[in-house]
């Protein structure tokens, strides 16, 4: 085989790998948004979440409120009937 043949098959060769990197790479990118889509969805759920428990919790400080005042009105009643 002449030189001249062996340069071309290598040349052929590099540059079909050099194309297939290229391409590749692009789908390692469009990979990466995806991923980062899915991140940034997540995340928002995550804050929606946060949301609701700080409404259970904020709705539980007041049942506790409430029942403080129900146990002090039980115990005045208790009192009263003792005395």
Same mark, same amino acid.
């Given at each position: 085989m002449a030189w001249e043949r062996v340069a071309t098959?290598?040349?052929?060769?590099v540059l079909a790998v050099l194309a297939g990197s290229l391409y590749n790479n692009r789908r %390692? =990118? @469009?990979?990466?948004?995806? %991923? =980062? @889509?899915?991140?940034s969805d997540m995340n928002a759920r995550f804050a929606q979440v946060d949301a609701r428990f700080a409404q259970v919790e904020g709705r539980l400080a007041q049942v506790r409120?409430?029942?403080r005042e129900?146990?002090?009105?039980?115990?005045?009643?208790?009192?009263?009937?003792a005395s």
């Open positions: 098959i290598v040349v052929t060769v %390692i =990118d @469009d990979v990466h948004r995806r %991923i =980062d @889509d899915l991140r409120e409430d029942l129900i146990r002090g009105m039980l115990q005045e009643a208790l009192r009263a009937r």
